[in-house]
């Protein structure tokens, strides 16, 4: 099914969006756009951008660009190889270095249509409104406004309290410390280790979510949503990223729509 098929079958208020906004968007949908998407190290937003871009990539070009820390998350959502079949090509921190020559250079000679940083960490954030280009994701930011290439941001952070899914977690209150801990032993990546009690490494897991079944006192969980509080001086910088010229801040996934506008 074509982004466009989806387009004209969608309940209207999904975008969030006014009926003649809504023709708007099916009249003015732009194609065959070479997409630079840049995904930092977080998994609030993630899985649902990840749809979205799903969703278009019949369409338009999609090139993942990772930070480290974006890998290492992706990774533990168990979204990295769904990513990589969507993507015409893959990008990774640790190989290109914080400079990231060869993009900048793309960048210049406008081979990208527009850059997505999404979802965009707190840190990355900071880092784009006060000039700091010392990663892969700032760099780009940087470069693409100086070439003129748009820059559309997801900042994760815009509202005091949020809902947000953590990956696997371990509820302490549940698990009994089994001597033969059964989810320990079936892990493919080893993830489950003991400590004072049965504990994941986060960056072992790839989410295959093998274990959860395991365990017969349910204290494994994967997507188990909680509350945050946002710090003030993370609302502030968002503020100043919306008033920074060459970058169209999204507050909510599903304005992400407007990418294609």
């Not at 059964?182 to 009690?197: F, G, H, Q, T």
């Not at 993370?234 to 507050?251: P, S, W, Y």
Request: glycine share 4%.
């Amino acid at each position: 099914m074509t982004f466009l098929d989806i387009a004209l079958n969608i309940e209207v208020h999904y975008y969030n969006l006014e009926m003649y906004t809504y023709f708007n968007f099916l009249i003015f949908y732009k194609i065959n756009m070479r997409i630079l998407w840049c995904i930092t190290g977080a998994g609030h937003f993630l899985t649902d951008t990840f749809k979205f871009m799903k969703n278009i990539s019949e369409e338009n070009e999609i090139i993942a660009l990772f930070s480290n820390a974006g890998l290492e998350v992706v990774r533990m959502y168990g979204l990295y190889d769904e990513i990589e079949n969507i993507s015409i090509n893959v990008i990774k921190e640790r190989e290109r270095g914080y400079s990231g020559d060869i993009i900048v250079g793309r960048l210049a000679m406008k081979e990208y249509d527009k850059v997505l940083i999404a979802p965009c960490t707190a840190n990355t954030v900071a880092k784009i409104v006060y000039g700091i280009a010392d990663s892969l994701v700032s760099n780009v930011a940087a470069q693409a406004i100086k070439c003129n290439v748009p820059v559309f941001v997801l900042p994760t952070d815009v509202e005091r309290e949020q809902i947000t899914e953590i990956p696997l977690n371990i509820n302490s209150k549940k698990c009994r410390n089994c001597s033969k801990c059964i989810p320990m032993e079936v892990c493919p990546n080893y993830a489950l280790y003991r400590s004072d009690k049965i504990r994941v490494n986060i960056l072992k897991c790839n989410a295959c979510l093998i274990c959860i079944d395991k365990c017969k006192y349910n204290a494994i969980s994967f997507g188990e949503k909680i509350k945050i509080r946002i710090r003030s001086i993370d609302l502030r910088n968002v503020e100043k990223l919306e008033g920074m010229e060459g970058i169209k801040v999204i507050r909510k996934v599903d304005d992400l729509v407007s990418l294609l506008i």
